[in-house]
């Protein structure tokens, strides 16, 4: 059963920074990617960032030169590094695992206030 956790979330002002963590259960480098999405009230899940097992990158457009997704083999370890934060980057933001499946985290909060 893979287990998949986010932590980092909380209330920061504009301008701000963040930094998510999402710890998952096994050896990151098995799965073919680890994945961050958002999702605001009223709209879709959307993709942010994503990291591939061969350690490739790719962001969303609204996020670009602002997020930063890294990992830490040590410790199994995703992270979303958000910076200069936006009120519209207010969401619940949800770590997946990609492997046989998509395996999801609970989410967590990011309320950025103006």
């Known amino acids: 059963q893979v287990q998949v956790v986010e932590s980092g979330g909380g209330l920061v002002q504009a301008g701000g920074s963040l930094r998510l963590s999402c710890a998952a259960s096994?050896?990151?480098?098995?799965?073919?990617?680890m994945r961050w999405y958002r999702q605001a009230p009223g709209k879709q899940r959307e993709l942010v960032a994503s990291i591939t097992s061969g350690g490739s990158t790719n962001y969303a457009d609204s996020v670009k030169g602002r997020f930063t997704i890294s990992r830490d083999s040590a410790k199994n370890t995703v992270y979303l590094q958000m910076n200069s934060l936006k009120p519209e980057d207010t969401a619940v933001y949800y770590c997946?695992?990609?492997?046989?499946?998509?395996?999801w985290g609970q989410g967590t909060q990011v309320t950025v206030s103006s």
């Open positions: 096994g050896n990151i480098f098995l799965f073919n990617a």
């Open positions: 997946a695992a990609l492997g046989r499946l998509l395996y």
